[in-house]
């Protein structure tokens, strides 16, 4: 998912209630607006962990910080398996003046509950990968909790390059790099054209197979496109994360069919009334065993965080604490309790990050 995809929340994103600045800079056609923010960020002297404020701890509360109880729905150990929270933390203006890495060590303390356990974060443009800050270093450096993957989103194939190529190679050899992607295809935008899309899907698939890595799959109204260059470059034991998925039954079928390493990742937005369709995929043809648990933070909040931004509450975007919500969608689909959600999606968490 990511960027331009918000159009899937609930509420379409230009009247969604996210904070201005952030959700405007993210939009699709507007990279340029993102990359001048993030510019902006890394400019102040915030980047890469340095310049730690006066102001940079948790302001003092009488409610015990998330970090010190289990979430109310549930207290099974989870893992976000898809996360960008670099770009969450910054959606909270409280967090303006701390440098990315003290804005999500704070995002963890004050927001996630005890059984989250890690996330992987995931880098999909190119700023977030460059070797000209490596700011990605810190970024993972300064968070244990945190493994990253990296790949070109479809949105941004036309900025693939050698360098890029060479800037994933580079983030591939880090420690607790797990996988390739987001990478794949997106005609619901066409932010960048058709065939580029396809040539930078097929060149990062190759780099997954030579690093022997997991594939994080991006696919929106390409599925047929998306199955045939899958099925003509990987061998059908490659492990793919379908992250996001919105997809069709006939989707899931071909894909288990050819890979089966298959699993599919579910966000908020299996918890939206206009998914009738995506939740009968989830109630009758998905199984449990090829679940996985996401947020896509800071991107599509389950309903009822949705309904709080309506209401004037708290949680203007999703983050690694929603993902029992989510489970508890599935569970309610399903008919299970969420625990068994919950310990099956950790468990498949297991087998495609090792983690
Ligand atoms: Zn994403």
């Known amino acids: 998912m990511c960027p331009a995809d918000e159009h899937l929340q609930g509420n379409h994103s230009e009247d969604a ?7 405007a800079s993210h939009q699709g056609g507007s990279n340029k607006a993102s990359r001048q923010h993030k510019r902006g960020r890394g400019g102040g002297g915030a980047g890469n962990g340095q310049g730690r404020s006066q102001n940079s ?45 003290e804005a999500i060590n704070r995002l963890r303390h ?11 974060n995931v880098l999909c443009d190119v700023l977030s ?48 790099f797990i996988a390739l992607g987001e990478i794949g295809l997106d005609y619901n935008r066409n932010l960048s054209p058709p065939e580029v899309q396809k040539s930078v899907f097929t060149s990062q698939l190759l780099l997954a197979l030579s690093l022997s890595k997991p594939i994080i799959l991006h696919t929106r109204d390409a599925e047929s496109d998306t199955l045939q260059i899958l099925t003509s470059i990987l061998p059908p034991t490659t492990t793919i994360h379908v992250h996001c998925f919105t997809g069709t039954a006939g989707f899931v079928k071909s894909m288990l069919d050819y890979f089966p390493n298959s699993y599919f990742g579910f966000t908020g937005v299996i918890t939206y009334e206009s998914v009738a369709e995506l939740q009968g995929v989830v109630r009758d043809v998905v199984p449990l065993d090829k679940i996985l648990l996401e947020t896509d933070s800071p991107y599509m909040p389950p309903l009822v965080v949705v309904e709080g931004q309506a209401k004037g509450k708290k949680g203007k975007f999703s983050q690694c604490g929603d993902i029992p919500v989510v489970a508890r969608k599935i569970a309610e689909l399903k008919g299970v309790d969420v625990d068994v959600v919950m310990r099956a999606a950790r468990e498949n968490t297991r087998r495609v990050y090792g983690i």
């Not at 209630?17 to 959700?23: G, L, M, S, T, Y």
């Not at 970090?67 to 929270?85: A, G, I, K």
């Not at 927001?111 to 996330?119: D, G």
Request: hydrophobic share 30%; glycine share 0%.
């Open 57 to 101: 701890q948790p302001a003092p509360s009488s409610a015990p910080p998330a970090s010190e109880s289990f979430h109310p729905l549930t207290s099974e150990e989870f893992v976000d398996t898809h996360t960008h929270l670099h770009w969450a933390v910054e959606r909270i203006p409280q967090y303006k003046h701390l440098s990315p890495t």
């Open 129 to 176: 990968f460059t070797s000209l800050t490596n700011e990605w270093q810190s970024l993972v450096d300064s968070c244990d909790f945190m493994y990253i993957a990296a790949g070109l989103h479809p949105h941004y194939a036309d900025q693939y390059s050698e360098t890029v190529s060479h800037d994933l190679q580079t983030i591939s050899t880090h420690p607790r």
């Open 110 to 120: 004050e927001h996630f509950p005890k059984n989250f356990h890690a996330c992987v």
């Open 17 to 23: 209630p996210v904070p201005a600045p952030a959700a």
